[in-house]
């Protein structure tokens, strides 16, 4: 098992910047391809951001790139994602997840998920 919990969340204006923090416990975390995901009212869940068990390899979707970062610390069990210059259209909950396995796993297959934290942002 392994256990995530996201914390960073809040309101911010757009043009602003966000950091969302994931804390992990359990198994060994750094044998696990971590990520975020986000569901905004009424829409499906969706990929936003992964990074793979060593730091070397990432992937975003399409319209976040240039604009968030993901990296972790394999030391403190930590995955973040720095979110700049967020949208309106960047309001969301978004879930910290995680996969034993590749960045491509975590993408189509997480297996673990924390309780989402709410990020929005104002017009």
């Known amino acids: 098992q392994v256990q995530l919990v996201e914390s960073g969340g809040g309101l911010v204006q757009a043009g602003g910047s966000l950091r969302l923090s994931c804390a992990a416990s359990?198994?060994?975390?750094?044998?696990?391809?971590m990520g975020w995901f986000r569901q905004a009212p009424g829409k499906e869940r969706e990929f936003v951001a992964a990074?793979?068990?060593?730091?070397?390899?990432?992937s975003y979707t399409d319209s976040v790139k240039g604009r968030f970062t993901i990296s972790r610390d394999n030391a403190k069990n930590t995955v973040s994602l720095q979110m700049n210059s967020l949208k309106p259209e960047d309001t969301a909950v978004y879930y910290c997840?995680?996969?034993?396995?590749?960045?491509?796993?975590?993408?189509?297959?997480?297996?673990?998920w924390g309780q989402g934290t709410q990020v929005t942002v104002s017009s």
């Open positions: 997840a995680a996969a034993p396995g590749n960045v491509l796993l975590l993408r189509t297959s997480p297996v673990y």
């Open positions: 990074i793979s068990w060593s730091g070397g390899s990432t």
């Open positions: 359990g198994r060994t975390f750094s044998s696990y391809a």
